[in-house]
């Protein structure tokens, strides 16, 4: 199939599958006059990636993680399993981040209501 095909059978546009490519994440056959084509395994390895972006994952990592799916063994499986560790230990870090920059921003917004009904109280009285 043509990469045209593959975006629509995968839900992913054609400019991500070029992505993916120039990332090295996905392969394909050239034709003779410079088309890329892809097999009915490539919508498979293409939804997969999807799985691993929605997941939080950067190229890097996913092309990191890629020699369990490519090359399945108990050393590519715990090599993998460590990085995804490594990874959400990483979204825990950003995730407690984010919490305290919200809840500066409750504080902010508290000290804000504090001095709107201030204002309020002295132009009412």
């Given amino acids: ?67 369990c799916v490519d090359s399945p063994s108990e050393e590519t499986s715990d090599a993998a399993l460590e990085r995804m560790a490594e990874e959400r230990d990483r979204l825990d870090e950003h995730i407690a981040d984010l919490i305290r920059t919200r809840d500066a921003l409750d504080v902010l917004m508290a000290r804000n209501r504090a001095h709107r009904e201030r204002l309020r109280s002295a132009v009412a009285g």
């Fill in 1 to 67: 199939m043509r990469i045209g095909e593959l975006a629509t059978r995968a839900g992913v546009s054609v400019r991500s599958l070029r992505y993916y490519e120039e990332q090295g994440l996905l392969s394909s056959v050239r034709s003779a006059s410079g088309q890329r084509h892809y097999t009915e395994a490539h919508v498979e390895r293409v939804l997969f990636l999807q799985r691993m972006y929605a997941a939080g994952l950067s190229s890097r990592t996913i092309a990191e993680l890629l020699p």
